[in-house]
């Protein structure tokens, strides 16, 4: 990427009050400041949002989709590891 | 009642209506000239942010343009007055409807009517004319937004790389020119400032001053000076360029009379 390109931002959305912020999208921002203003006119124009956050691509650093078997797999054959062997008793209300 | 009262009150909505006229007939105009970068805007992001502020802007109008005529009395809703009315009656400053040029010369004509318009909006809330005062404060919202965005473009333009500097400064000597005219006022107008429904535009222009010095200042760039000002859009008298714009924004209703979509 040459210098006259504008780095790329990675856009979190939280769209009310209690969630979470969630990933929505990037976009092409020369700073923080304008990737925020552009972030609140690509990704929150259909009222989706209470609040953005913004984040240089380039700090994200993300797992190796080469190494998703030994990251991911191991675990797909511990279910012990879900809360389903416990018995609920009766009259246990908001499970 | 009276028939001076009666009178009175019938100076009133007239000069009311040619107020409100001028507030819509801005936003409506600026709105179609922002319109025209939907789909040419330098980036996605600010190709959606232009027409954004023109959706804005459109909106706004609706609202003044139906108010105006109530006002007027004679049955004319939005649509009317946007489509149906000939060049000489629109009462838009000259700024909204010059030419969206370079990227640099449409956020400084952008910047250069939200300065204005922010504040005005703001006094506009405390208008004795609550329907006036509400239109204020709904926009005023928009409006804030605006003038941010302009500002934060203007700011990086002027204060960027040497072509960005000379377009935004060229945008400024160009624009520089139209901009007294906002701040005009009629004898009907200081008959609405006595009654508490509009401010006066001395105080509007005070606040204009200081928002663009700082931002130019910022930006490094230079107020023309020996700059003639132009006028004649709140007359009626506009430019070249005008009849065009009106001829896109007019099409379809002159084309297929009262048709609906």
């Known amino acids: 990427m040459s210098n006259r390109d504008w780095p790329l931002w990675e856009v979190f959305i939280r769209s009310k009050q209690g969630l979470n912020h969630k990933h929505v999208g990037s976009l092409r921002a020369p700073d923080a400041t304008l990737a925020l203003a552009n972030a609140r006119d690509v990704y929150t124009r259909r009222s989706e949002g209470i609040s953005i956050w913004v984040i240089e691509s380039n700090n994200v650093h993300a797992s190796d989709p080469t190494e998703s078997d030994s990251m991911f797999e191991p675990s797909d054959t511990k279910v012990y590891r879900h809360p389903t062997f416990y018995d609920v008793p009766d009259g246990i209300k908001h499970m | 009642m009276f028939p001076t009262e009666l009178n009175t009150c019938k100076m009133k909505n007239e000069a009311l209506y040619n107020y409100v006229l001028r507030l819509g ?14 789909g040419h805007g330098p980036i996605l992001e600010e190709d959606i942010a232009m027409t954004n502020i023109s959706l804005d802007l459109i909106g706004q109008a609706m609202s003044l343009l139906d ?22 009656e629109y009462r838009n400053a000259l700024l909204v409807e010059q030419l969206n040029g370079d990227f640099a010369n449409t956020m400084m004509r952008q910047f250069l009517f939200d300065a204005f318009r922010k504040p005005l909006y703001e006094k506009l809330t405390a208008s004795s004319d609550v329907q006036i005062a509400a239109i204020a404060e709904k926009s005023l ?17 002027g204060d960027g790389t040497d072509e ?29 400032i006595s009654l508490g429904i509009v401010p006066s535009m001395s105080e509007i222009k005070d606040q204009w001053s200081k928002t663009v010095m700082s931002v ?42 009262n048709m609906k979509w």
């Open chain 2, 141 to 157: 919202k928009e409006t804030r937004y605006h003038l941010k965005h302009t500002s934060e473009w203007i700011i990086r333009l």
């Open chain 2, 67 to 88: 108010y105006a005529g109530e006002l007027d009395g004679q049955g004319k809703d939005h649509d009317a007055l946007a489509f149906l009315r000939f060049e000489n």
């Open chain 2, 164 to 192: 960005s500097h000379q377009r935004a400064q060229k945008a400024l000597d160009l624009l520089w020119r139209y901009t007294d005219e906002l701040f005009s006022e009629t004898e009907q107008d200081l008959k609405l």
């Open chain 2, 216 to 257: 130019l200042e910022e930006a490094t760039l230079v107020i023309p000076t020996n700059n003639w000002q132009f006028e004649g859009g709140r007359r009626g008298i506009h430019s070249e360029h005008f009849g065009y714009l009106l001829s896109d924004l007019q099409y379809m209703q002159r084309a297929y009379p």
């Open chain 2, 25 to 38: 007939d801005d936003s409506l105009i600026l709105g179609q000239r922002l319109g025209e970068w939907c």
